[in-house]
Each structure stands twice: as C-alpha cells, then as structure tokens.
C-alpha cells in the first residue's frame, strides 16, 4: 500500500468495542453511567479535602490530586467514545488522536507517580510518626506534587515524540475506543523498532521505577508494622495504608493484566475491553476504596451533606 506522510493523515476511525448496533445504546448508558459516578465521586473527595480543615494534611492532599488524576484519565477518552456512539461515527481527526495519546500518557504517568508519593508518604507516617509533619511540610508536599506533574509531562512529550516521526499507511482503523499508542504504531508503515525501543524504556522508566518506589516503600513498612509489640497497634498502623495498597493492586494489578492479555491474545479487541479496567473501572472505584475505608472522609462528607441540607431553605424549615 502506498504510504502517506503523518501530516496528510486528517482522521483515524476508531472502531470501539463492538460493531454490533444492538449494543450501542447499551454501552453508552454503561459508559455515560460510569463516568458520571467517577466524576461524581472524585470530585466529592476533592470537595470533601479541600472543604475540611480536618482534612487538610499531606495524606488527603495527594489524595485530592490523585482524584483529579483519575478525573482526567476518565475525562480524556470516555467522552470521545460517548459522542461516537450517540452519533454513529467512528471517526477522530488526527489532532484528537494525538491529543489523547499525550493526555493520557500524562495523567496515567502522573497518576503512578501520585501513588508512589503516597506509599513514601505512609513510609514516613508509621516509620517516624513524631517526627511526620516536620519531615512532610507543605513545601515538601507541594514540590513532590510539582515534581511528579513535570515528570509526567516529560513522559507525555516523548510518546509525542513517537508519533511525530511516523508514516502511517492508508488504514487508519484502530480497533480500539480511544487513541492508544500500541494501536497506533501497528498502523505505521515504516520501520518501529526504534520507536517500540523507545516505548519500552519510557515505560520501564516512568512505570517501572515509580513501582520500585512503592515497593521499597511497603518493605520499610511491613518491617516497621512488624516490629510493633501489640496486635492492636500492628492492626491500627496496616489500617493507615489499607486503602492506599488496594489502590495500588488495582491499578497496577490491572494495567499489567491488560498488558499480559494483549501478549497472550492475538485479538486486538479482546485487548480493547480489557483497557476498560484501567481507564473507567479504576478511576470510579478509588473514591469508593477511600471513603468506605476511611471514617474521616465519611465524616468529612456528612458534615458537608448536613451543611448542605441545613441551608436548602425548605428543607431546613421542615428540620426547625
């Protein structure tokens, strides 16, 4: 086939998860549901941290940012494939695409990284607990953010960089419901092995060493944790990371399930609906982790509900 310079390509057709038209509105009331209860419940968190002066501590700020992480994540491919599937089209013009390949390289990276300064952040609270709000000051705090944002800005520049040294041929059908970069590269027609080079060791290192970080991190914790004298103390101490750790197994347990399926599985499609897991099931369900785990963010929401009832004019007639 006679292949085509990158800047002559206008639009990719992005085949989603099913060609079946019977499905469509199905999928796009499960899709539509689930990213409004993502945005919904992360923004609550958001809401909940920056509202509570209780709240205000270095584990609920990198919490709130991790939520408006996962926010983006969603935000960056469910809409797209929501007004494909109300509108019957397929297609994603070339900007678009590559709009999603940077966003979501981006917020996933920075995502991995939040999770890396949260383990670190629990390493500290249970290892040096007197010493904690010396060592995790607001500037430290705000800096690791800052640190983790940069980082993954230069990991998003160079997936960019990936894909703008390409020749595409002329299909341009992803069989996938967002732009994602492994699809892409099977569309070029030039030579990628440096670029799958290339990929590799981006992952390995914005992926790779963040979760060498938090497994560091649980060592030191899991010694520390041991070294306690009571039950009591040992349980009240994992209690403090429990949410963070299955926050953890999820997305990583999931964003390596999906890598092992695409390798396994020779269907690209199959591969498609297993990326649901990380990019719409995980973000919805770390707000529910967090606040069913967490009796000061179910306090904190309580408190804001009962202000919120307070001052709705009927309702706080009927309570006087």
């Given at each position: 086939?006679?292949?085509?310079?990158?800047?002559d390509?206008?639009?990719f057709?992005?085949?989603?998860?099913s060609?079946?038209?019977?499905?469509?509105?199905?999928?796009?009331?499960?899709?539509?549901?689930?990213?409004?209860?993502?945005?919904?419940?992360?923004l609550?968190i958001?809401?909940?941290?920056?509202?509570?002066?209780?709240?205000?501590?270095?584990?609920?700020?990198f919490?709130?940012?991790?939520?408006?992480?996962?926010?983006s994540?969603s935000?960056?491919?469910?809409?797209k494939?929501?007004?494909?599937?109300?509108?019957?089209?397929?297609?994603?013009?070339?900007?678009?695409?590559l709009?999603?390949?940077?966003?979501?390289s981006?917020?996933?990276?920075?995502?991995?990284?939040?999770?890396?300064?949260?383990?670190?952040?629990?390493?500290?609270?249970?290892?040096?607990?007197?010493?904690?709000l010396?060592?995790?000051?607001?500037?430290?705090?705000?800096?690791?953010?800052?640190?983790?944002?940069?980082?993954?800005v230069l990991?998003s520049?160079?997936?960019s960089l990936?894909?703008?040294?390409?020749?595409?041929?002329?299909?341009?059908e992803?069989?996938?419901?967002?732009?994602?970069?492994?699809?892409?590269?099977?569309?070029?027609?030039?030579?990628t092995?440096?670029?799958?080079?290339?990929?590799?060791?981006?992952?390995?290192?914005?992926?790779?060493?963040?979760?060498?970080?938090?497994l560091?991190?649980?060592?030191?914790?899991?010694?520390?944790?041991?070294?306690?004298?009571?039950?009591?103390?040992?349980y009240?101490?994992?209690?403090?990371?429990?949410?963070?750790?299955?926050?953890?197994?999820?997305?990583?347990g999931?964003?390596i399930?999906?890598?092992?399926?695409?390798?396994?599985?020779?269907?690209?499609?199959?591969?498609?609906?297993?990326?649901?897991?990380?990019?719409?099931?995980?973000?919805?369900?770390?707000?529910?982790?967090?606040?069913l785990?967490?009796?000061?963010?179910?306090?904190?929401?309580?408190?804001?509900?009962?202000?919120?009832?307070m001052?709705?004019?009927?309702?706080?007639?009927?309570?006087?």
């Amino acid at each position: 086939m006679e292949a085509q310079n990158l800047t002559d390509v206008s639009e990719f057709l992005l085949l989603g998860l099913s060609d079946d038209p019977d499905l469509q509105p199905l999928l796009f009331g499960l899709f539509l549901s689930m990213y409004l209860v993502t945005v919904l419940g992360n923004l609550l968190i958001i809401l909940a941290v920056s509202s509570d002066s209780q709240l205000h501590t270095p584990m609920y700020f990198f919490l709130s940012n991790l939520s408006l992480a996962d926010i983006s994540i969603s935000t960056t491919t469910i809409p797209k494939m929501l007004v494909n599937l109300q509108t019957h089209s397929k297609s994603i013009t070339y900007a678009g695409c590559l709009a999603q390949v940077t966003l979501f390289s981006l917020f996933g990276c920075l995502e991995s990284l939040l999770l890396t300064v949260m383990a670190y952040d629990r390493l500290v609270a249970i290892s040096h607990p007197l010493h904690y709000l010396v060592i995790m000051n607001p500037y430290l705090c705000g800096l690791l953010v800052l640190v983790s944002f940069s980082i993954s800005v230069l990991s998003s520049l160079l997936h960019s960089l990936v894909m703008s040294h390409v020749t595409f041929c002329a299909d341009v059908e992803i069989p996938h419901f967002f732009c994602d970069l492994s699809q892409l590269l099977n569309l070029v027609c030039s030579d990628t092995s440096a670029n799958n080079i290339l990929i590799y060791f981006i992952g390995t290192i914005f992926g790779g060493i963040p979760l060498s970080g938090i497994l560091y991190s649980y060592s030191h914790i899991i010694s520390s944790i041991l070294r306690v004298s009571t039950s009591g103390g040992r349980y009240k101490a994992f209690s403090t990371c429990a949410s963070h750790l299955s926050v953890v197994c999820l997305f990583y347990g999931t964003g390596i399930g999906v890598y092992l399926s695409s390798t396994v599985s020779s269907s690209p499609r199959k591969a498609a609906v297993a990326s649901v897991m990380y990019t719409v099931v995980t973000p919805m369900l770390n707000p529910f982790i967090y606040s069913l785990r967490n009796k000061d963010i179910k306090s904190a929401l309580w408190r804001i509900s009962a202000k919120y009832l307070m001052s709705t004019p009927m309702l706080s007639f009927f309570g006087s």
